[in-house]
Nanobody, 123 residues
Framework: QVQLVESGGALVQPGGSLRLSCAAS????????????MSWYRQAPGKEREQVAR????????NYSDSVKGRFTISRDNPKRTIYLQMNNLKPEDTAVYYC????????????WGQGTQVTVSS
């Protein structure tokens, strides 16, 4: 099995920055980190989970939700089997639990999730 572990969440003031990390460990048939699309999701209390950023194999293309575009940057380090989310100019509305996801969008062969890391933006 594959495990995803997020880290880096913290309490920050509005306008501040954070960098989240997600490290993949273990192995499973059909899963190769460097060939997997990776995403960051978030879920605020009482709200539905939403995808905020996605990065394609080898970091060739990225996608962002409108709410974070221009402020967040997703990246990956394939040798370390890790993805990152650089979050700048944080707003109170960004407060949520942030989750890492690895999914095979082509065949649906796998869909892995981490346990999440809490980000709180407040003065």
């Amino acid at each position: 099995q594959v495990q995803l572990v997020e880290s880096g969440g913290a309490l920050v003031q509005p306008g501040g920055s954070l960098r989240l990390s997600c490290a993949a460990s273990g192995a499973a048939s059909g899963f190769t980190f460097s060939r997997s699309a990776m995403s960051w999701y978030r879920q605020a209390p009482g709200k539905e989970r939403e995808q905020v950023a996605r990065i394609i194999t080898f970091g060739g293309f990225t996608n962002y939700s409108d709410s974070v575009k221009g402020r967040f940057t997703i990246s990956r380090d394939n040798p370390k089997r890790t993805i990152y989310l650089q979050m700048n100019n944080l707003k109170p509305e960004d407060t949520a639990v942030y989750y890492c996801n690895a999914k095979d969008y082509a065949s649906g062969a796998y869909d892995y999730w981490g346990q999440g890391t809490q980000v709180t933006v407040s003065s």
